[in-house]
């Protein structure tokens, strides 16, 4: 059975109001109480474009798990590209942000320490060094092992959906959270931080003309050192990122504020509005325009 699409529950996470896009089920966690324990797929059916969320510290413990796509979350002072694989958990009162993502696929979700406080659940979280701390734990999965975790995610959702037997769920919960202990990463590379901090720095930029040389010398390195980090790390160039920063505050404003396309585009960096729309169109596969009304009915 294919774990991309066996279950899509609109209640495993909350029944009004919730999408598929990480920043909107951040924020919608970051205010929820009551339930211990709470999943969603991250490509759910009602998911639609979302701008980045603001800072927030949730009630739960809080994980992502990307099958595909990209991914960026600031985590106090840290900045960390997630990729396909990838899996975060992040402590409970921890300062969160989603502040990228794209074509994400995988699972968002979260749980109260006092449901897995007890047996042999509590156990776990008391001998892992890597869960019992309080800070965040990223661990990586090979695209099998990636399968077998989206499986083990798949049937904690349907059992969510479902009777919510909680030895079950604990059950469930419990061997995710021993593969993410038994994958902790270690200490990051070199170049990853660095890709990582340069990806941050052009999605946090306030002006969007910064060339990559620019980017480079504030990093305190060379253009071609910066180059070889970012497309060894994420597979894309700096120029891409760059791009997809672009797009990313582009479609914000389009979908928040009352500017005109041709305002958008001088605040993104772009001067020429024909080149803007152009731009645009290419990377999102609809002009401005259409992007702003898409929208506006999806509101």
């Known amino acids: 059975m294919n774990p991309h699409h066996t279950n899509s529950c609109p209640h495993a996470l909350h029944s009004h109001g919730v999408t598929g896009a990480p920043s ?3 924020s919608r966690m970051a205010t929820m109480g009551g339930m211990p324990l709470r999943l969603r797929r991250l490509d759910a059916p009602d998911s639609r474009i979302e701008s ?14 990307l099958e595909r796509g990209e991914a960026m979350i600031a985590v106090d002072e840290d900045r960390v590209l997630l990729h396909a694989g990838d899996c975060v958990l992040i402590p409970v009162g921890q300062p969160f942000a989603v502040l990228y993502y794209n074509n994400c696929v995988g699972y968002m979700g979260g749980f109260a320490t006092e449901f897995m406080s007890d047996g042999q659940s ?11 701390g309080w800070k965040m734990v990223r661990a990586w999965f090979a695209e099998g092992d990636m399968h077998y975790v989206a499986t083990i995610l798949e049937r904690l959702l349907g059992e969510c959906c479902g009777e919510r037997n909680e030895d079950i769920l604990r059950a469930y919960l419990s061997a995710f959270l021993a593969e993410i202990d038994h994958r902790a990463m270690t200490p990051i590379a070199e170049g ?88 645009f169109r290419k990377k999102v596969g609809m002009s401005p325009i259409d992007f702003r009304e898409k929208m506006k009915k999806s509101h």
Do not use: Q
């Open 24 to 26: 909107a089920m951040a």
């Open 192 to 279: 990853s931080v660095l890709s990582d901090r340069f990806v941050a720095m052009v999605f946090e930029a306030s002006d969007r003309r910064a060339s990559i040389g620019e980017y480079a010398e504030r990093l305190g390195v060379s253009a071609a050192t910066l180059y070889r980090a970012v497309k060894r790390s994420t597979g894309k160039t700096p120029l891409a990122w760059i791009d997809e920063a672009v797009v990313s505050e582009a479609k914000a404003l389009l979908s928040h504020t009352d500017l005109t396309v041709n305002e958008i585009g001088a605040r993104v960096g772009v001067l020429d509005p024909s080149y803007f729309s152009r731009f």
């Open 52 to 65: 980045p969320s603001p800072p927030m510290r949730a009630p739960i413990h809080t994980f992502l798990c």
């Open 122 to 132: 509590g156990n776990l979280l008391r001998r892992s060094e890597a869960l019992r």
